[in-house]
């Protein structure tokens, strides 16, 4: 019963939908990258390169061997050049998230500076500057002995 119970408060705490939307929008950022990555970055890298499809690029450790329409052994490769396209994908989506989460640390900062009057501070941080400025004006007052 206590697993319900707790099941519950995930919920509803909201946990459950930022995860649901995380997943749905790394899915959709995933197949853009995709399409980034195989469409536009590397036909011109393709064509730099003299037409080579680094797609289709393998070391062949052992040829396969076919005799009519019957696959007698199948052909055994090292696919490196998926490797260097995954590789990318990867380079794109971190370079991307990390442009992402330092925007998103700019506003952050910039709504929770107090002296900043551009954007309005939430409530917690003008309470703890409060709270501050108060702190500091009682050890002033302890200081000079008052």
Do not use: C
Not at 52 to 75: A, C, P, S, V, W
Not at 91 to 100: E, R
Request: aromatic letters at 6%.
């Amino acid at each position: 019963m206590n697993l319900i119970k707790e099941f519950k408060e995930f919920a509803v705490k909201g946990n459950m939908m930022d995860i649901a939307i995380g997943v749905i929008v790394g899915a959709s950022f995933n197949k853009v990258v995709d399409v980034l990555v195989k469409q536009i970055l590397m036909p011109p890298l393709s064509l730099l390169t003299n037409g080579i499809n680094f797609e289709n690029k393998k070391i062949i450790l052992r040829e396969g061997i076919i005799e009519g329409n019957i696959i007698k052994t199948e052909e055994v490769a090292i696919g490196y050049g998926s490797l260097f396209e995954v590789t990318l994908d990867f380079i794109i989506v971190g370079v991307t998230v990390f442009l992402v989460v330092k925007f998103i640390n700019i506003l952050r900062n910039k709504a929770e500076d107090p002296k900043d009057e551009t954007l309005k501070t939430p409530k917690d941080i003008e309470l703890l500057n409060e709270l501050t400025e108060l702190i500091k004006e009682q050890n002033n007052l302890l200081r000079k002995g008052i």
